[in-house]
């Protein structure tokens, strides 16, 4: 094995585990189901702060 001092001292940044979150949203984002779940649901925007169609993509 080669000795190599600038290969020995570079450091890594640490690995950030994001998970399966991300993917998810791109996908509802690209389906458009929270403006599809909105649609279909008859809710009333006065008193509700958060739409059905966020509060199912909280809960995927």
Known sequence: MISNPFVM???QPPGRVVGAGPLFRQMAD??????LVNRRVRW????CRVSPGERILMMV
């Open 9 to 11: 001292n570079i450091i």
């Open 44 to 47: 009333d925007d006065r008193q």
């Open 30 to 35: 690209d389906i458009g189901l929270v403006d």
